[in-house]
């Protein structure tokens, strides 16, 4: 959030002039002060509690991991943003699509704006190797995304094009092997797949939590996937996610740096690390599920920090006017630097990309029942099953139907008490 001065990285400088346009505006000096500098989450958490607890007005507002919040709003710890009028949360500057997403019985605890840049910086993508494509004879798929046509079925016309064995005897991953892989994915996850085609867990009706499982359209979903992401031919391999550059494990990032895969997962703050790639790659959003899909859908990192204003602070609408103008500030100069320098500049490396990267980020949406904590391991679970080809999705969401709406009920009653 903060920066001490100016140094002459671009991104570090326009944080520093956003920050003291704010000061001198408000006439205010912004103070930070960091739990940790490793992203130990329990680290924040219960300083933050603590904090709350003490009832000392020591923090006048928090950034937060947004899925780690659930349980200090059931005990009244922050402030209801909609009810601070120097909040202007229906502004481009606040991110409605996910902020109406949490908004739950006419309650905000969390708002997420520009002000800080994790929301962007962990946003999952599509990467894909643009030499490979040529080789192969497949038209870059960019027009395939503007078209509203990059669907399944377009994915597995690539990733089907790309397997090969190359002598090996199975697919299984050796790093010294020759085998080429369609897509390689983190691990078994496919929630990322699961939400671009417009499916989740658990929905926010007009500020009703609803579950949402075990729809025709998830079926339709989930058996697409399991008939496309075949191991055995090496359409799909579920990488190693423990260290994502591991040779021996195969993990992910490695496989894709190393170009083993035609295509990759990654977030965007990995673009960093593929400035060293000796080939030229691009960046894609998730599919849809088809053509009739009204979107695309892209998942943020769940654990970003987003905004809070704690019980504590006895002037919330001084605190209001300080996210308020930070987000403003951002939109403005922040973020359109992080995109076209941190980012665009130094990470990707064709327009095309760039435009993409944009329509990703633009289609980033909540996810209530990940946010919340409401699913339990049902993603994981459904994931496995795709992989594995097992086809018990009807007992997994039979499984979790009564956790799962247990889980909803519990947020209704105490949310906004």
């Given at each position: 959030?903060?920066?001490?001065?100016?140094?002459?990285?671009?991104?570090?400088?326009?944080?520093?002039?956003?920050?003291?346009?704010?000061?001198?505006?408000?006439?205010?000096?912004?103070n930070?002060?960091?739990?940790?500098?490793?992203?130990?989450?329990?680290?924040?958490?219960?300083?933050a509690?603590n904090s709350?607890?003490?009832?000392?007005d020591?923090?006048?507002?928090?950034?937060?991991?947004?899925?780690?919040?659930?349980?200090?709003a059931?005990?009244?710890?922050?402030?209801?943003?909609?009810?601070?009028?120097s909040?202007?949360?229906?502004?481009?500057?606040?991110?409605?699509?996910?902020?109406d997403?949490?908004?739950?019985?006419?309650?905000?605890?969390?708002?997420v704006?520009?002000?800080?840049?994790?929301?962007?910086?962990?946003?999952?993508?599509?990467?894909?190797?643009?030499?490979?494509?040529?080789?192969l004879?497949?038209e870059?798929?960019?027009?395939?995304?503007?078209?509203?046509?990059?669907?399944?079925?377009?994915?597995n016309?690539?990733?089907?094009?790309?397997?090969?064995?190359?002598?090996?005897?199975?697919?299984?991953?050796?790093n010294?092997?020759?085998?080429?892989?369609?897509?390689?994915n983190?691990?078994?996850?496919?929630?990322?797949y699961?939400?671009?085609?417009?499916?989740?867990?658990?929905?926010?009706?007009?500020?009703?939590?609803?579950?949402?499982?075990?729809?025709?359209r998830?079926?339709?979903v989930?058996?697409?996937?399991?008939t496309?992401?075949?191991?055995?031919?090496?359409?799909?391999?579920a990488g190693f996610?423990?260290?994502?550059a591991?040779p021996?494990?195969g993990g992910?990032?490695?496989?894709?740096?190393?170009?083993?895969?035609?295509?990759?997962?990654?977030?965007?703050?990995?673009?960093q690390?593929y400035?060293?790639l000796?080939?030229?790659?691009?960046?894609?959003?998730?599919?849809?599920?088809?053509?009739?899909?009204?979107?695309?859908?892209?998942?943020?990192?769940t654990?970003?920090?987003v905004?809070?204003?704690?019980?504590?602070?006895?002037?919330?609408?001084?605190?209001g006017?300080?996210?308020?103008?930070?987000?403003?500030?951002?939109?403005?100069?922040?973020?359109?630097?992080?995109?076209?320098?941190?980012?665009?500049?130094k990470?990707?490396?064709?327009g095309?990309?760039?435009?993409?990267?944009?329509?990703?980020?633009?289609?980033?949406v909540?996810?209530?029942?990940?946010?919340l904590?409401?699913?339990?391991?049902?993603?994981?679970?459904?994931?496995?099953?795709?992989?594995?080809?097992?086809?018990?999705?009807?007992?997994?969401?039979?499984?979790?139907?009564?956790?799962?709406?247990?889980?909803?009920?519990?947020?209704?009653?105490?949310?906004?008490?």
């Amino acid at each position: 959030m903060l920066r001490e001065e100016e140094t002459g990285d671009q991104l570090d400088d326009a944080i520093y002039r956003r920050n003291r346009k704010v000061e001198d505006k408000l006439d205010i000096k912004i103070n930070e002060i960091l739990a940790n500098n490793d992203y130990k989450f329990e680290v924040i958490m219960e300083m933050a509690r603590n904090s709350v607890l003490s009832g000392e007005d020591e923090y006048q507002a928090m950034y937060l991991p947004v899925n780690k919040v659930s349980n200090m709003a059931f005990e009244g710890s922050f402030y209801n943003l909609l009810e601070i009028d120097s909040l202007q949360l229906d502004k481009p500057w606040w991110y409605s699509n996910f902020n109406d997403a949490i908004t739950i019985n006419n309650a905000l605890y969390s708002a997420v704006g520009g002000s800080h840049l994790m929301i962007h910086d962990g946003v999952r993508v599509l990467t894909f190797n643009e030499d490979m494509t040529k080789n192969l004879g497949l038209e870059m798929p960019y027009d395939l995304v503007r078209e509203g046509k990059w669907t399944l079925d377009a994915l597995n016309k690539y990733i089907s094009a790309a397997a090969n064995l190359n002598g090996a005897e199975s697919a299984e991953w050796n790093n010294e092997s020759k085998t080429i892989y369609g897509m390689t994915n983190m691990a078994s996850t496919l929630t990322f797949y699961f939400l671009g085609c417009g499916v989740d867990t658990v929905i926010s009706d007009n500020g009703v939590l609803k579950s949402s499982i075990g729809t025709s359209r998830w079926y339709d979903v989930l058996d697409k996937l399991s008939t496309m992401f075949t191991s055995d031919d090496a359409k799909f391999r579920a990488g190693f996610n423990g260290n994502d550059a591991d040779p021996t494990q195969g993990g992910y990032i490695y496989a894709f740096m190393n170009q083993r895969t035609l295509f990759g997962v990654s977030e965007v703050n990995k673009f960093q690390r593929y400035r060293s790639l000796d080939f030229e790659y691009g960046v894609l959003p998730f599919p849809k599920y088809d053509e009739n899909q009204d979107s695309y859908y892209s998942m943020m990192y769940t654990s970003s920090h987003v905004a809070h204003i704690p019980i504590t602070n006895p002037n919330p609408e001084i605190a209001g006017f300080v996210l308020d103008a930070l987000s403003y500030e951002s939109e403005i100069s922040v973020v359109p630097t992080f995109r076209e320098v941190a980012i665009e500049t130094k990470g990707l490396r064709n327009g095309e990309s760039i435009e993409m990267l944009k329509i990703i980020t633009d289609s980033i949406v909540a996810q209530p029942g990940s946010l919340l904590g409401l699913n339990g391991s049902i993603n994981t679970d459904l994931s496995n099953a795709v992989v594995n080809h097992t086809g018990t999705y009807a007992s997994i969401f039979a499984q979790y139907e009564d956790q799962i709406q247990a889980n909803i009920d519990n947020v209704m009653k105490n949310w906004n008490k």
